[in-house]
């Protein structure tokens, strides 16, 4: 059974930090790819940061300078830094693993989604 459960999530003032993490388990984490989404209320789901099949690092331009994307595959695990905190931040996190091909099928999983909410 795959899993892939995130945390760090919370309320923080507009200029703070918090760093989410996603630990899969479940599958095979070091051949995915693995990113960051968010959704807003009322906004479709977009692609904060994540990792290309090249091991380079795309970002959103809004959160360029400001979040940081690291993975750590000896646990299985994606983490989001997240500095200098804006409301419009404000939003569910979502983490996924991105599409894969396996024997034929293609596989993609997301997290269950943190909440983080920016707010004096």
């Known amino acids: 059974q795959v899993q892939l459960v995130e945390s760090g999530g919370g309320l923080v003032q507009p200029g703070g930090s918090l760093r989410l993490s996603c630990t899969a388990s479940?599958?095979?984490?070091?051949?995915?790819?693995m990113g960051w989404y968010r959704q807003a209320p009322g906004k479709q789901r977009e692609l904060v940061a994540g990792?290309?099949?090249?091991?380079?690092?795309n970002y959103v331009d809004s959160v360029k300078g400001r979040f940081t994307i690291s993975r750590d595959n000896d646990k299985n695990t994606v983490y989001l830094q997240m500095n200098n905190l804006k409301p419009e931040d404000t939003a569910v996190y979502y983490c996924?693993?991105?599409?894969?091909?396996?024997?034929?099928?293609?596989?993609?999983?997301w997290g269950q989604g943190t909440q983080v909410t920016v707010s004096s």
């Open positions: 996924n693993t991105g599409w894969r091909l396996i024997g034929g099928t293609r596989y993609n999983y």
């Open positions: 479940g599958i095979v984490f070091s051949i995915y790819d």
């Open positions: 990792f290309t099949s090249e091991g380079s690092v």
